[in-house]
């Protein structure tokens, strides 16, 4: 099976600017989350789709959205770009997205940088 | 209070030998999952194993295994004949239904196997 995939793998926006991540998860996949890693915050949880549906949501603020495609395949949106956001956004897919036993498996993720 | 907790920034390891990266969780759940996940520098999340918190048995997959003490909340990994691809960051994570779908990562370890 093909693993997760991401694109695109680096991105440089200005201030203010808005960005449209992807994500397709691994087939047979229906449970999408999103990460982002910062060295200073470490890895934090967005959010979570499943079947179309957010079903989790992080401490973000309302600039990070996403949404969920019928095959599974996820965007995330950032708008008005800060320079905070620079980092590196990762997308996980699982089975189910049951808790405790699923494993989330990663794709490679997308280097934001904002100038 | 901290949910993962790997107090070993970096560590060595010289190659052939075995290391041990710490890691203590907290949670009340009853139900849980540990994981960890190996990053290089290329950035992707690689899984590497999994300990439910009902396991009777602590996880091995190849040269990985978990040393899980449960009432000391604690989930060691261990590498056996280290390699020199062996060298990354290391990641120990949970996931419990009470936080939904989300994993909760620690800091992290960075391994440096030496040749």
């Known amino acids: 099976k093909a693993g997760v995939t991401q694109t695109p793998r680096y991105l440089i926006k200005t201030r203010g600017q808005q960005v449209t991540l992807s994500c397709s998860p691994i087939s047979g996949h229906r449970s999408v989350s999103w990460y982002q890693q910062t060295p200073g915050q470490g890895l934090q949880f967005l959010f979570e789709?499943?079947?179309?549906?957010?079903?989790n949501k992080g401490n973000f603020p309302g600039r990070f959205s996403g949404r969920q495609f019928s095959n599974s395949r996820s965007e995330m949106n950032v708008s008005t770009l800060e320079l905070g956001d620079s980092a590196l956004y990762l997308c996980?897919?699982?089975?189910?997205?049951?808790?405790?036993?699923?494993?989330?498996?990663f794709g490679p993720g997308t280097r934001l940088t904002v100038l | 209070a901290q949910k993962i907790t790997q107090t070993q920034p970096g560590m060595f390891v010289q190659e052939k030998e075995a290391v041990t990266l710490d890691c203590t969780y907290d949670t009340s759940d009853p139900s849980y999952g540990l994981f960890w996940y190996k990053q290089p520098s290329s950035g992707e999340m690689i899984f590497l194993i999994y300990q439910g918190s009902y396991d009777q048995q602590n996880a091995t997959e190849g040269r990985y295994s978990l040393n899980f003490q449960k009432a000391r909340k604690s989930a060691n990994l261990v590498i056996s004949a280290s390699q020199l691809g062996d060298s990354a960051m290391y990641f120990c994570?949970?996931?419990?239904?009470?936080?939904?779908?989300?994993?909760?990562f620690g800091t992290g370890t960075r391994l440096a196997v030496r040749p």
């Open positions: 994570a949970m996931r419990e239904p009470s936080s939904g779908d989300k994993l909760t």
């Open positions: 996980a897919s699982s089975s189910e997205g049951l808790a405790g036993t699923d494993t989330q498996y």
């Open positions: 789709y499943f079947s179309e549906t957010q079903r």
